[in-house]
């Protein structure tokens, strides 16, 4: 069920009913054209990953930009982008039961859809619910290029996996899905230039392997915020898969370039907004915002212009205030900008997101894809 939302257009800032996911605009508008500047002399194309934002409106406002699509995790996220008429959507993932790949099948009438694989079951699943459904499904083969999780080992087996797929009645070879997320939060850029090598190099000889056998390649997608301009002037990826850039979290403001200052140039366009619910002496305050409102499986959030407060700890409800002086101390029912350590599970807690420009609120979007797991 929907929440009310928290503010109506025209409302100050200030009176935003708290906890709130409050996108700055003009922060977030940056991040987006940044990105489309960084790109476009590479001839490399961004199908933004929306596991992060969840939401068709912000989708199109990417595709409005150059985006060729978008990547989902899960089927349940590529049908409500589908319903909010994104035209071309890959699930950068695995997907497994009759239901589930009947769904995405069905989808396909009103999007193009693509699906990974890592398993030649997987494969004759697909194959099966695509003949049931009377339509021909695109599949990547995704390889593991280090990060150790989903995939199959970069040349012949991907070789063979893509044959399969080729050789089916029902089924297109779309190319390869190549991630390396454990490389995406690496402080050092030699340790983030280390594992992109290994995996571009992966991803190169694979495509080499699959031109010998006569099969072409047209995605090798993957890169993440952390790492996509490596990936960009690799020459061999055609599709960035970044996510989180629209918004930066303070787990990816971390890391670091060549003289140990934040790599990123993107803005912090998030933010969980709370209220301070108890002020019990100097040095401790209390906001309404705890780990129910604002993930921390990347660390606290930061509070956002205020460095002489930090988020030290959370429960369900609570979240407690370190406060360096007495003059730095927040009022009773003063509201703070929190910038969460991870922004994909943050908006995963909200119905809404509250868009503000300088200090009034202007605009409210629904979180469609919130609980998407299925």
Known sequence: ???????????????????????????????????????????????AHAKTHKSPVIAKLQMARGAVGQCVQKVAEAEILAWGGIPDILVSNEVVGAQKLARLCA??????????????AQVDAIERAAADSGRRMTVLVEIDV???????????????????IAASKHLIFGGLQAYQGSAQHKRTIAERQTLIGAAVEGSRR??????QQGLDCPIVGGAGTGSFQIE????????MQCGSYIFMDADYARNLDADGKPV???????????????????????LDAGHKAVSIDSGMPTIWGKPDIRYVSASDEHGKLDVASETAMPKLGEKLRLVPG?????????DWYVGVRQGRVECLWPVAARGAMA
């Open 342 to 350: 991870h922004c994909d599970p943050t908006v995963d807690r909200y």
């Open 107 to 120: 989808l396909s009438s009103i999007a193009k859809a693509a699906v990974c694989v890592d398993d030649a």
């Open 232 to 239: 960009a002037g690799s020459g061999v990826y055609t599709e």
């Open 1 to 47: 069920m929907l929440q009310t939302p928290p503010a109506v257009p025209g409302m100050r800032e200030d009176e935003i009913d708290t906890p709130a996911l409050v996108v700055d605009l003009d922060a977030f508008e940056y991040n987006l054209d940044h990105m489309a500047a960084l790109l476009a002399p590479t001839g490399v194309k961004l199908r």
């Open 264 to 286: 990123s140039t993107f803005r912090h366009a998030l933010f969980v907004l709370a209220s301070v619910m108890s002020a019990p002496h100097t040095g401790l305050a209390v």
């Open 146 to 164: 280090g990060a150790a999780r989903c995939g199959v080992p970069p040349g012949p087996a991907a070789v063979d996996l893509a044959k399969k």
């Open 206 to 211: 694979t495509v080499e392997q699959l031109r």
